[in-house]
T-cell receptor
Framework: AQKVTQAQTEISVVEKEDVTLDCVYE???????LFWYKQPPSGELVFLIR??????QNEISGRYSWNFQKSTSSFNFTITASQVVDSAVYFC???????????????FGQGTILTVHP | AAGVIQSPRHLIKEKRETATLKCYPI?????VYWYQQGPGQDPQFLIS???????DKGSIPDRFSAQQFSDYHSELNMSSLELGDSALYFC?????????????FGQGTRLTVV
């Protein structure tokens, strides 16, 4: 069985602060995929990133960066210089590899509510 | 670019009624997934279809059924609605080899059962 845990239920920061959202996962698959999605108040799920388990290179996209550490089963997400528009619920998710029971479907964490105050 | 289209966006039904949610995938996407997100919860996988055949099933109640049609659109049918069925229902679509691409989510259908 797969499991994704987001330790922080809610985070509140002031604009321009950096903020890190934690994600820890459990899986028995040797190859798997990790995702982050953003859910703004309007409700849609916005894809942010997909990471293969065999690629541990960290990634930066503008103010967003992701730190994947296979040794600790973590895939943390950092927003640098946060803005009010970053306020949303952020979900970490996991999917297994082809041939596994969890292939093609996402297991989500509980979500972290991020509020950025002006 | 075309996205996943879900209709209706909002739906209000009474207990014991029936609801049908529709999902139109991105053109050339032949795989469709349905998720249910209760208030304050994370999305939970319900069911998926690949090439019009059910490919996987999650925690979908027996009162729910779904299918994928020849044009690849999918419908989720929900009968004997209960208050607990009130949720945001997402549809996602992807190309074959899901993990070669991300699954694109629709904007969701918000179902309220009263």
């Amino acid at each position: 069985a797969q499991k994704v845990t987001q330790a922080q239920t809610e985070i509140s920061v002031v604009e321009k602060e950096d903020v890190t959202l934690d994600c820890v996962y459990e899986t028995r698959d040797t190859t798997y995929y990790l995702f982050w999605y953003k859910q703004p108040p309007s409700g849609e799920l916005v894809f942010l990133i997909r990471r293969n388990s065999f690629d541990e290179q960290n990634e930066i996209s503008g103010r967003y960066s992701w730190n994947f550490q296979k040794s600790t089963s973590s895939f943390n997400f950092t927003i640098t210089a946060s803005q009010v528009v970053d306020s949303a619920v952020y979900f970490c998710a996991l999917s297994g590899d082809r041939g596994g029971t969890s292939y093609g479907k996402l297991t989500f964490g509980q979500g972290t509510i991020l509020t950025v105050h002006p | 670019a075309a996205g996943v289209i879900q209709s209706p966006r909002h739906l209000i039904k009474e207990k014991r009624e029936t609801a049908t949610l529709k999902c139109y995938p991105i053109p050339r996407h032949d795989t469709v997934y349905w998720y249910q997100q209760g208030p304050g919860q994370d999305p939970q996988f319900l069911i998926s279809f690949y090439e019009k055949m059910q490919s996987d099933k999650g925690s979908i109640p027996d009162r729910f059924s779904a299918q994928q049609f020849s044009d690849y659109h999918s419908e989720l049918n929900m009968s004997s609605l209960e208050l607990g069925d009130s949720a945001l229902y997402f549809c996602a679509s992807s190309l074959p080899g899901f993990l070669n691409t991300e699954a694109f989510f629709g904007q969701g259908t918000r179902l309220t059962v009263v």
